[in-house]
């Protein structure tokens, strides 16, 4: 497996993941009219203008195999939440056949030593509450809860819950051990 900073070209294909999760992650957490619409289209149309352009201190790596995408991460400065985390993952997506592999936690670990190089101390993550499964993940990796939130999903409050890492190499060493 190979963890590469994504291009252009990887857009149609990280739209297509990010979907796929959506669909798989979170039917039953949120409503499924966002779920069955032209979700891939829509992604790949976000995606196509933020790798073409890519905002400064904004990351996004690939884990690619034999030229299949297996995950995606994307991270950069915080966008809100609580003080002492300056950085934030946007995203972080497996394939449904490698969740559980490593492959996360490999992406991971590559974001927070990238956004270390930025600069960053802290880093956030938030996670709809009722995604156990990544809010577990979370947890193996050393975060701790350090905010929620309420955030209209499709005009449906939802409760999301923020991790936290206030030592950013913290969750580098973490990811690197394989502590999960």
Avoid at 66 to 90: H, K, M, N, Q
Avoid at 152 to 170: F, H, K, M, S
Wanted: a negative charge; glycine letters at 12%; hydrophobic letters at 45%.
């Amino acid at each position: 497996m190979m963890i590469l900073t994504a291009t252009p070209e990887d857009a149609e294909a990280i739209a297509r993941l990010h979907a796929d999760s959506w669909r798989d992650t979170y039917r039953g957490m949120v409503p499924d009219r966002l779920l069955d619409g032209p979700m891939a289209e829509e992604r790949l149309s976000q995606w196509r203008t933020v790798l073409t352009a890519l905002p400064s201190g904004r990351v996004v790596l690939c884990a690619h195999e034999a030229d299949v995408l297996l995950g995606f991460v994307s991270g950069g400065p915080r966008r809100g939440g609580p003080t002492g985390y300056d950085a934030e993952i946007y995203a972080l997506y497996v394939a449904r056949d490698h969740r559980g592999t490593g492959v996360g936690r490999r992406l991971l670990g590559h974001m927070a030593e990238r956004l270390a190089l930025f600069g960053h101390d802290g880093l956030l993550a938030w996670v709809l509450a009722a995604n156990l499964g990544a809010r577990r993940f979370y947890q193996r990796l050393g975060a701790i809860e350090v905010a929620e939130k309420e955030e209209a999903v499709g005009g449906t409050p939802l409760i999301e819950i923020g991790y936290g890492w206030a030592e950013i190499r913290d969750l580098a060493e973490a990811a690197e051990e394989g502590r999960y």
